[in-house]
């Protein structure tokens, strides 16, 4: 007897829809409502509430007659399927253990699996394409959410196919990858870079070139761009006649530090750490070891042999100099190339980070993580957030976090027995002889040789960067020599320094004996140029240590310094720590080392003062970020040390850079300032703070910033703390950006009036005081009287202010005054002007390549569309500025333009869409804690809540309560208004729309 064999459904969405029992298609199920709700089911699995179904699906009609309907889409499918379906009063779903295919699992199996190319032959194109539903638009966002996510999980394993196909060198097979990769989203510039790379190593370098102007070309006719400066920089390469074939340029491509000297050895380890890597339960893995011991090349090593695991990327993160968790979240945005929005969003930096990495696969190498224990938790928020990520870690310690896997690194195998020499082909030997022979071309060893070295490496344990410095001294001393200084200084170490960590007696050793072999003049430079944090330029050198070039390269010789291809000079850290506790033994030295970096690093800053708010604040900002870490050395060695204008000028130098590219990190920048001037004058025992013009000034930047943030009761505080103690001490400059503050803060609390008081008064006191940050409070001016609804003045102050701007060169300000006069215009019904202040903000921010102040150009273009009766413009700059705002990560632009879109929509009469996109706003501001927001999506709610029969009494009820909230501004209430004409308000409700 045969047994019997449940028949098989087969459920096909990629592609389209197709349904089939046992290979036999199903033609119809009676309605297209029924076949949606068997694709629902059986991708979301389990049983579903009759009520989500009907909600999903009968959005417009009323509780009943949206269950009747189900009942009977659901009898249609009973009917056909009722081997797989189980209905009952309450839930729907696939019957368990039914014998259903579904091309989705199938296709994410054989991807999960690493079955590509099987996967590839179930993918047939999008998620329900051309499977369309009128009035459905809960079901058209779950159909486009499911369609975005099969596509990256598609694109994913294709993006890693090709990085594979990269290393074992198949360029044809990558080539195959990347066509169907394009299929998929044409406008993935990462797939199209290594659509030039594989043509360049399969030797087309013709083609790769023809391809670059084809990626051009496409992103200029779908997104009116250019391709990114990665994208333009490999196209430069291959120009020049590169062929990025080797690992530096695989390094450089994959977004690693390109070593300027071979790697030696580690094979075991390699194997390993690699293993770890593309270990699925191990997100978090940790190398640990002293300083010296070569983690940091070990890593870089193991991520060039495990990149092609990652669709968007590997990212190296250096971390020396990264002083708390902003400056992580600082750090690791620079390093992925995400640019962190600190004007417009309300949103801090650590969230619009993780928002940003929460869909992608990248594996990123933090380098130098033991000074960062307390910020360890980012990285857990991170893996928590984002379940593509993968962290690799170098530390002198582990960070004892759940999760954490450790990988301790030592020295290179050496000989434990008395007599016995290091092998011929291992490591540490290898090391040593190639290292020397930079040094000394025509060095070679013998076979006594070799037993110094073996003795040279053991009395180091093996340290890389001890072997290194080690065979520096080859051309100057005979390697018994090199041995017997390295001894004795150990032998002194172990008997005499107890308190030196065992691990470092040898590398101390190295450093001694490198020393006593310097003369006094190079002592004397080695010394003061280990002052420089993150490193210095040749200038620096000169106007800090007063060394010239030759006696840099003197030192660069005995392997204490190092140039990277920007001109930069290095210092290893252990090696700088060393310089400063020489330095620091002579006082004197000491204190006027440290005198001259302020004082080289207080001019550098206010040389680029006036720039950074200038037509050359770009090149400002970037020269700024370099030296970062010299400047707050300098800042904390001036706080401590100096009094009175000079540590006033550096602060406000430090400012102008904050205010116009990090308000986050200079908030707490500004915090730490004062909390470290607190703690010294109170050790000095002077306890009257408010008397200290240092003290002071620190905390009135730090408050201008917050109220910048919208942080309005932190900054309140303390700019009515300061208020009076400025007046008193005469400190004009820093006075006028207190009542400014404090004009700001009144803004946001809607006390519009007392708000305008404020800032003319910082105005006029900061344009005589000659703060250079004065321009900004005219912004703010603006922003007051619209909000007010003064619309006029408004525009007369925005107006002075982009004239201003412009005079400076400052074309951030510009942008963003032209921007904010093209509300006002709009506030006065002037929308074919506003649009035209609007589009010159908008040919700015894409000129200075600013994409947050794109998308805030095109959502208020979208606005004043909106006002014109422009409806379908309306909802496609809306949709414009979206879509920058969404690949941004920026929530606060995301909901505005949700909003602007939904207006769009009530246009149309498009209510349904409309609803949807308010909702969603609504949802998202109440996430953010944005009340401006909330009531912005609320007004719009309103607005579309008139449109339905039954709804129009709560609607007018509702765009009351909106009319009277002292944080809604005026424009959002003329922007309702207009939906409510036809019905008969109390006056003061359309008075209150006029306000």
Known sequence: MVAWVEKMLEIRVLGGFDLRVNGQALKDLGSRKAEAILVYLAMRGGMCNRNVLAALLWPESPENQAMTSLRVALSLLHRELADYLEVSRDVVGIKPGANVYLDVTDLEGKLAGGELEQALDVYQGDFLQGFNIRDCLDFEDWRRLQQERVNEVVKHGLHSAISHAIEIEDYQKGQDFIRRLLEIDP????????????????????HALEHYEKCQDILQAELGVEPSQETQSLYTQILQGARPGSDTTLMSVFHLPVPQTSFIGREQELVQIV???????????????????????????????????????????????????????????????????????????????????????????????EHLMISAGLLSEILGRAPHIKILVTSRQKLDLMGEWIFPVTGLPVPQNPGELLPVDSSALRLFTERAQQANIEFEYSEVDRSCITHICWLVEGMPLGIELAAAWTP????????????????????????????????????????QLLNESQRDVFCKLSIFQGGFDREAAVGVARVSISQITGIMDRSMLSRVHTGRFFMHGLLRQYGIEKLKASLPSW????????????????????????????????????????IRFAVNWAIVHWEGDKVRKILAGLLAFYAAFGW?????????????????????????????????????????????LGQIEESETISRKCLEPLSALGLNSELSECIHNLGVNASFRGEYELAMEQLERAILLGKESQNSMWPTYLLWLGHAYFLLGEYARGLESLQKCYEIFERLGNYWGMAFASSKMGLAADGLGEFDKAKEYHRQALVIFEKTNNQTGKGYALSRMSESAYFLEEYQQAVQLAAEGHQIFKSLGHHWGICTTLCRLGFGYVGLGEITKADGCFREALKQSRNYQTVPLCLYALAGMAATMVHVQGQVEPAVELFQYIQYHPQTPALCIQQTARWFTHINLP?????AGLR
């Open 187 to 206: 406008l993935d510039e990462q797939a199209h870079r290594k659509c030039m790379l594989l043509y360049v190593l399969d030797g087309q370098r013709a």
């Open 275 to 369: 293993t770890l890597i593309t270990n699925p339960t191990c997100r978090l893995l940790t190398l640990t070891g002293p300083g010296g011991i070569g983690k940091t090349r070990l890593a870089i090593r193991a991520v060039t042999k495990s990149f092609h695991n990652y669709a968007d990327g590997t990212y190296f993160v250096p971390l020396e100099g990264i002083a708390s968790v902003d400056y992580l979240v600082h750090a690791i945005a620079d390093a992925i190339q995400f640019k962190i929005d600190s004007l417009e969003t309300q949103l801090d930096s650590k969230h619009q980070l993780l928002d940003y990495l929460k869909n992608r696969s990248i594996l990123l190498l933090l380098d130098g993580f």
């Open 476 to 515: 100057v001393l005979s390697l018994k020599e090199i041995s017997e200084e390295i001894q004795n200084n150990l032998d002194f170490l172990n008997t005499d320094k107890r308190d030196v960590d065992d691990k470092h007696h040898s590398l101390r050793a190295t450093f001694d004996s490198s020393w």
């Open 591 to 630: 204190d006027e080392t440290c005198n001259q970096h302020c004082l080289y690093y207080t001019q550098f800053l206010t040389q680029r003062e006036s720039n950074l708010l200038g037509d050359q604040m770009y090149i400002a900002s970037d020269e700024v970020r370099k030296e970062m870490d010299n």
């Open 664 to 708: 986050y990190e200079g908030k707490d920048a500004f915090m730490n300032i004062a909390q470290t001037r607190r703690d010294t004058l109170l050790s000095q025992n002077v306890l009257d703070l408010e008397k200290d013009p240092i003290y002071l000034s620190a905390c009135t930047h730090q408050a201008f910033l917050l109220c910048n």
């Open 987 to 991: 006056d003061n409700a359309h008075t």
